[in-house]
């Protein structure tokens, strides 16, 4: 089968091409650019891309663009793996990334604080805020590994990831850079920490005033965020601010809303390394801690049989009625 004919199968089976030609091309670029659509030319720009990588590595050039030749001459992808898997194996590929955890060293929260407030509105969002903030520091202040991350990792989990409105991007940012701080498998520190932000987060009335000063709109009006989801945050804020969601105002509320996220994790890491906090086991609100007494587990890997299935630190209530009242 030819690739171009493989490919028709595999976008056949995961794809619903009913949509028109322009969509088609701007899909066919989104899903399968690597494979289907690149020219020679691009194949060989990447291929010499590698190879300049490769160098780096103390690879010889000659072999790599002799493998590149030979890959263009069988020109498929298959071969492109094979040629490019055996120039790789050799004995001088450096160490992947060091195992975590990796170091934190005390960070002033307010500068870590601002300066996800800043990338908000001059990046892209909530999920760069958080994550950015917190690795440029690491980066400047620790350097490697920190050096070794790319600065727009996070930048899918704008708008509740993608825009779904699923989780707070702020809090996703900050939750990968807490798993790499503080990951240990026989520790559940880091999912404890994890868990307690999200549901502080919950309770909170977004947004605080710390970032007053440096934003147009300061003392802007409060709500409870009800949950970590993106959208309740934000349709809660919006519908009792009575602002648009396209609006800078909402904008200015998401980015103080970045802003404290990161505020709290960093203060949170400053003292749970200088040993003075431990990190809160959940506990259920009142209003639902009869329902969680019945529909465990208490814990995120379920080490204890759960009655009456359910997983889950959100307010149950904000979904379901009460069906014991
Ligand atoms: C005394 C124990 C108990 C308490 C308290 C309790 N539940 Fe249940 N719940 C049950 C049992 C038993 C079922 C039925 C389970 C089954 O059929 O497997 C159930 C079923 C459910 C279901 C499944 C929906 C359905 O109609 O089948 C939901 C949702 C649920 N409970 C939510 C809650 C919430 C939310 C609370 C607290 C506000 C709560 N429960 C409190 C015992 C309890
Ligand atoms: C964001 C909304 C949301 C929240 C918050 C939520 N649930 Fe649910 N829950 C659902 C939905 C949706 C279903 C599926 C219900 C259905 O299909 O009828 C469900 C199903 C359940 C079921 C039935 C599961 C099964 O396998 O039978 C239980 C029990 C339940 N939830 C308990 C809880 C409890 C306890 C809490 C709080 C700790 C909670 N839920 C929080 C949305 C939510």
């Not at 999920?127 to 990792?153: H, I, N, Q, R």
């Not at 996220?261 to 809160?280: D, I, L, S």
Request: net charge negative.
């Amino acid at each position: 089968m030819t690739l171009l004919a493989k490919l028709a199968t595999f976008r056949a089976l995961f794809f619903d091409d009913g949509f028109s030609g322009r969509e088609q091309a701007r899909q066919r670029h989104f899903c399968t650019s690597g494979f289907q659509t690149q020219s020679t030319t691009s194949i060989q720009m990447e291929v010499n891309m590698g190879a300049h990588e490769l160098d780096k590595q103390g690879l010889s050039r000659r072999n790599m663009l002799a493998a590149s030749a030979a890959m263009l001459a069988g020109g498929a992808a298959a071969g492109i793996a094979a040629t490019t898997a055996t120039a790789l194996a050799g004995p001088e590929m450096p160490e992947g990334a060091p195992p975590l955890p990796w170091k934190w060293v005390t960070l002033d929260p307010l500068e870590a604080g601002q300066r996800a407030y800043r990338f908000y509105l001059e990046k892209d969002g909530c999920g760069t805020a958080s994550y950015l903030s917190l690795l440029s520091l690491l980066k400047e202040k620790v350097g490697y590994p920190w050096t070794t991350l790319p600065d727009m990792m996070m930048s899918h989990a704008a708008a509740g990831y993608a825009g779904h409105g699923t989780l707070c991007g702020a809090l996703g940012g900050a939750a990968c850079i807490i798993n790499l701080v503080a990951y240990d498998p026989k520790d559940p520190a880091f999912r404890q920490i994890i868990d307690r932000l999200f549901y502080w987060y919950a309770e909170q009335d977004f947004p605080s005033n710390r970032f007053d000063d440096i934003s147009e709109f300061p003392n802007q009006v409060k709500a409870k965020a009800m949950s970590p989801l993106c959208h309740t945050s934000v349709s809660k804020w919006a519908m009792t601010a009575g602002a648009k969601i396209s609006s800078e105002e909402k904008k200015a509320r998401c980015a103080k809303v970045a802003g404290e996220v990161v505020y709290m994790v960093t203060q949170a890491f400053n003292e749970y390394f200088a040993g003075t906090w431990v990190p809160p086991v959940w506990k259920p609100s009142e209003e639902i801690e009869h329902c969680v007494k019945c529909h465990g587990p208490d814990d995120a890997s379920h080490s204890r049989p759960s009655k009456f299935n359910q997983q889950g630190h959100m307010e149950c209530l904000m979904c379901h009625d009460d069906h014991m009242a």
